[in-house]
């Protein structure tokens, strides 16, 4: 300004001044910018995992580079031309005045320029609201494309943060400096008396501050977060540590293949997965997927994040380990031969056949044909025990099912129960009837039928009551009637969120009715998916029991089995164990391997931090150079002040400490508020990142994630930034020759 003014004053016009200048400075600064910028970006693209190779350093270094560097040159020397021009119109007289006390209104609020940023904020605002995120349909179909207007919405929110910062700081500093005359130093007050006299000139260095701690925290949390989201996607589609998918027909039994996995040096755990589909009632297009494991040990074995249902694993599934107390059924004698119960029909149904459900002292099922209900009054139908497969004594009856023939139903009916026999040493004797209900219900079954189960005294054949089994419709197509349950009937379940608490379930599994009650509900589970449709978790064991009971059982296969690597072992050593005693063709998941592959991805992993510790140094850079200059010009601008409060007896540490006190404010200031809007426009922009390339949420949802290490580089880089202000406006402040100012001011 002064060289400018002492031109003018000797003949030189506004043009001549302004570009002389400007154009002197702008090319000082952006010829080395444009030959060295492009050299270092070169340099620090190699430090990234997309960078070029030491082979392809020729094609790294391409003329656009430089025709891009020269391209912003040619910008920011239009900034200096016009900014030139600017202060190449003022008089000596304007001069002079604005040097002794500035003004406190720029031209940008003059004109409004920052009301008009927060409505144009405003408006992207809401369109990002609107749309959910900052994607949008593309018009003829094909998915998403980014909205480049919308991306623009961060940008725009620093730059509305720092236009209100510089109408919002002068009013700060009015507000402090009562403060501190009442309750500070002479030297405190009289550095905010200067600060407020010319706000603008310190409030531009604590907007500064404040962009490059906010972009600083935004980096921290941005990669920090993107690489986290992308690990726990790739860990919830494993589900376990090691996750081992068997092939159809695996031949070996499950517990085999168990207790060979266990027997490993390396397995710490191992969960038996079963996987399903349980389709909607009454043979609706609706179906559920089923995932059963035993809770103790899925909940050691899989994957997890507490937040996911704001409580522990092992806290989630414990629902699915509830106990109860079964009564065992209608024990028989050990030397019972022969088995029979007495029925009585409401009519005669020749296509249906009564079987008698048997369970030995090892827990093995076998059913008994005792006869068909072609009859319609009391008849003993009788049959002897199977010979195959062999049963160890003692023997239990835990089910009296019906099985008809396809079109041998003949619409609602019943059967009178009572007086199961068995035949000892070639002698009946009863041993079970049904004069209370005690542990008997009625089958599962997905038809329209009512199925009941009455005990009143019309159904008794000797005693005081006897089983009613009652039908509305006919039935053909399933396995109907009464049994003990082996567990708890209806089953225990985890739902997806599509389900209420306590809300039961009647489906089919395999051709087997299954009766559910959901007694906990969470959004995700690890390998299962909400929006590919609802979803439910039970017990393995539980399943098992339950389904051997039934008539015509169909064994299920496990699926999978969820390993957990015992910490330190030899992870590759594991594996190939695992390839060793497992089926052929079975294909083995390593989580940490697809999480590295993951994380490796340029575009979506370990390449975020990088490039924010690459762009965190440089906004340590800039707050070094902004606030070397802000002490060099400072003190420039107020040295004749600097020297008068020297001769009016301030010593130099007090002259330290008044600077110290205005550069302390401008980076505090700029520190607290910097931190504050980056993890609000973070939160904020995170916040709608969650998305696959689809348009989907992705699954698990992102959980925001802080790199501390770059957020302590910024802070720590704010604080030298301005103790070395201090310092260096201190050694100048000292070294100032208070004699020859204050002669030359004269």
Not at 4 to 15: N, Q, W
């Amino acid at each position: 300004g002064a060289e400018a003014v002492m031109l003018r004053s000797r003949g030189a016009t506004v043009s001549q001044v302004g570009y002389l200048i400007a154009l002197g400075e702008g090319l000082a600064l952006a010829a080395p910018a444009v030959l060295v910028g492009p050299l270092l970006a070169w340099v620090l693209n190699t430090l990234l995992p997309a960078g070029y190779s030491c082979s392809r350093c020729a094609a790294g270094l391409s003329p656009m580079l430089f025709l891009t560097a020269g391209l912003v040159s040619v910008i920011c020397i239009m900034v200096f031309v016009a900014a030139g021009l600017g202060v190449a119109r003022q008089g000596v007289a304007q001069f002079m005045r604005e040097r002794g006390r500035p003004g406190e209104a720029p031209t940008l609020y003059r004109y409004g320029i920052d009301v008009v940023a927060m409505v144009a904020l405003g408006l992207v605002w809401w369109q990002i609201r609107g749309r959910g995120g900052f994607v949008a349909d593309r018009l003829q179909g094909g998915g998403f494309q980014a909205d480049v207007s919308l991306v623009l919405a961060p940008a725009l929110m620093l730059v509305v943060a720092g236009l209100l910062g510089l109408r919002l700081y002068p009013w700060v500093l009015r507000l402090l400096s009562p403060l501190t005359r009442a309750f500070g130093t002479a030297w405190t007050a009289h550095a905010l008396r200067r600060m407020a006299r010319a706000p603008l000139i310190h409030a531009s260095l604590a907007v500064l501050v404040m962009q490059a701690v906010a972009l600083g925290v935004f980096g921290a949390m941005f990669g920090t977060t993107l690489a986290r989201s992308v690990a726990d996607q790739a860990s919830y589609s494993v589900g376990g540590d090691v996750v081992a998918v068997l092939p159809q027909g695996y031949g070996a039994s499950v517990e085999e293949l168990s207790r060979r996995t266990r027997a490993l040096a390396g397995v710490e755990t191992l969960s038996v997965v079963y996987r399903g589909r349980v389709t909607s009632p009454r043979g609706g297009l609706e179906t559920y997927s089923l995932l059963a494991a035993e809770p103790a040990e899925l909940a050691q074995a899989a994957w997890f994040r507490q937040d996911l249902a704001g409580k522990d694993l092992k806290e989630l599934l414990a629902p699915l380990e509830r106990k109860t107390g079964v009564a065992p059924g209608v024990a028989l004698p050990e030397d019972t031969k022969a088995v029979g119960i007495w029925v009585r029909p409401s009519s005669s149904h020749p296509g249906s056949n009564l079987y008698l459900r048997l369970k030995d002292a090892t827990g093995k099922y076998a059913s008994v044909l005792v006869g068909n209900l072609g009859v319609s009054s009391w008849t003993y139908l009788e049959s002897p025990l199977p010979k195959e497969p062999v049963l160890k004594p003692p023997l239990t009856v835990v089910g009296v099912m019906i099985s008809g023939v396809p079109g041998s139903g003949y619409g609602s009916g019943s059967v009178a129960l009572d007086d199961i026999t068995a035949v000892v040493l070639g002698m009946r004797q009863p041993v079970g009837g049904f004069e209370s209900p005690g542990p008997w219900i009625t089958l599962p079954y997905q038809g329209d039928s009512q199925l009941t189960l009455t005990f009143p005294s019309e159904a008794a054949h000797s005693g005081a009551a006897g089983a009613l089994y009652s039908w509305t419709k006919p039935i053909s197509d399933a396995p109907h009637g009464i049994f003990v349950p082996p567990v708890s009937v209806p089953m225990p379940a985890v739902g997806s969120s599509d389900f209420g608490i306590g809300q039961t379930i009647v489906g089919g599994l395999e051709a087997q009715a299954i009766v559910l009650s959901v007694q906990g509900v969470v959004p995700y589970f690890p390998t299962l998916y909400p929006d590919e449709g609802p979803f439910l978790v039970v017990s393995w064991e539980q399943l098992q029991r339950y389904r051997d009971v039934m008539l015509l059982p169909r064994p299920l296969e496990a699926n999978e089995l969820w390993i957990k690597v015992r910490d330190g072992s030899p992870r590759d050593q594991v594996v190939n164990e695992l390839k060793e005693v497992l089926p052929l063709h079975t294909i083995l998941k390593d989580s940490q391997e697809l999480v590295a592959q993951a994380v490796g991805d340029p575009l979506s992993g370990e390449s975020w931090p990088r490039l924010a510790a690459v762009g965190q140094v440089s906004l340590v850079v800039i707050m070094l150079v902004g606030f070397g200059l802000y002490a060099v010009i400072g003190l420039r601008r107020s040295m004749v002040e600097l020297a008068v409060l020297r001769a009016m007896g301030l010593s130099r540490y007090q002259i330290g400490w008044m600077l110290a006190v205005d550069a302390g404010l401008v980076g505090g200031m700029g520190l607290g508020f910097g931190i504050g809007i980056g993890t609000w426009v973070g939160r904020w922009v995170l916040g709608y990142l969650g998305l696959t390339s689809q348009g989907r949420p992705v699954t698990p949802p992102m959980v925001l994630g802080l790199n501390q290490g770059l957020l302590l580089l910024t802070v720590v880089g704010t604080i030298v930034a301005t103790s070395a202000a201090v310092l260096l406006a201190y050694r100048m402040a000292a070294r100032l020759p208070v004699h020859e100012v204050l002669r030359m001011e004269e």
